[in-house]
């Protein structure tokens, strides 16, 4: 998959492409609708992504809560596997922002990118003031010689599928519902860094990565499903972990914390991608660090029972 960052120079190569436009946060269910659309209107067409980075949200709003279900790293991957051969992935600037609606559809859409068709859903909105609607991106591009297609926003036994209704899930503690409606176990990626290692003096060493920038889930303890993405340890694993602020220790920045089962090695500096599986407790202080040690004991005796049920 080609990465392409700027409309303005874009080569001929990178032209002509079918593409769904969106902020693909999660890239759940609804997105991939959008994306088999735009597969399917022109299917000899190379298969494109419109997004924008950083999220306008971020931009208009940068003191805001965290808010996204993925980095731009994890997205890109997540498309990559999904047949995507070229994202967009524009920078979101104050140039671009103040485009009106007709102006992006000629100058990003037609102009700059070349695209022979775009599939944006039922509730698009862009331009300045978010002014421009999808209909009217169907009148822009039969003037401006690109085709249109308006998805139908998808709904599953959960409700609406939406980014949002994910967000809901995660800080609920309902892992199981986010994925049915990501069609995938949401995961949270990244490099380990250096912990305090608390986690190895209580014979439970552990993989920290950050979470900065992401929407928290519930605080506590989760089964999970471990991918070490690269080095020398690559592979899958089982594993239990803990996301919060580790209240048995005092006040700290909340991250998220993995052990790995039946492992042993260094994974300092690997990319890790975690998926949550199953919530099984909030945050606890403890009265001893032998009452957490036995806890802890517990806490991976269920998460074997729960994954190995999969």
């Not at 032209?15 to 399917?40: E, P, T």
């Not at 209107?41 to 999220?55: D, M, N, Q, R, Y």
């Not at 009452?291 to 802890?296: E, H, R, W």
Request: overall charge negative; glycine content about 10%; proline content about 4%.
């Amino acid at each position: 998959m080609r990465i392409i960052r700027d409309y303005q120079f874009v080569e001929t190569r990178d032209r002509g492409a079918s593409a769904a436009i969106g902020n693909f946060d999660g890239v759940h269910l609804g997105h991939r609708s959008v994306i088999d659309l735009a597969r399917q209107a022109s299917p000899s067409a190379p298969l494109g992504v419109v997004t924008f980075e950083p999220h306008p949200r971020e931009f208009f709003l940068p003191a805001s809560e965290p808010f996204r279900l993925m980095g731009s790293t994890a997205r890109a991957s997540r498309l990559a596997k999904l047949g995507v051969d070229k994202l967009y992935e524009l920078n979101f600037n104050a140039a671009l922002a103040a485009l009106t609606p007709e102006a992006f559809a000629r100058t990003v859409l037609a102009d700059g990118l070349g695209l022979s068709h775009v599939v944006v859903g039922a509730d698009f909105c862009f331009g300045k003031g978010r002014a421009g609607t999808a209909a009217d991106l169907q009148r822009f591009g039969a003037e401006m010689g690109f085709g249109v297609t308006i998805a139908e926003l998808l709904e599953n036994t959960t409700g609406q599928v939406s980014s949002t209704a994910i967000r809901t899930a995660l800080a609920e503690g309902r892992p199981r519902d986010a994925a049915d409606q990501l069609g995938h176990w949401h995961r949270i990626e990244g490099k380990v860094i250096t912990g305090e290692q608390r986690g190895r003096e209580l014979g439970y060493p552990t993989a920290n990565m950050s979470i900065d920038g992401l929407h928290p889930p519930k605080f506590g303890v989760y089964a999970v499903l471990v991918e070490v993405m690269d080095g020398p340890h690559k592979g899958r694993y089982q594993g239990a972990a803990s996301i919060g602020v580790r209240p048995m220790f005092g006040i700290n920045t909340a991250n998220l914390e993995t052990f790995l089962l039946d492992f042993s090695g260094d994974l300092y500096g690997a990319t890790l991608s975690v998926a949550l599986v199953h919530y099984l407790r909030g945050e606890e202080k403890f009265d001893s660090l032998d009452a957490l040690i036995t806890q802890m004991d517990a806490d991976v005796t269920r998460t074997r029972q729960i994954l190995d049920a999969l």
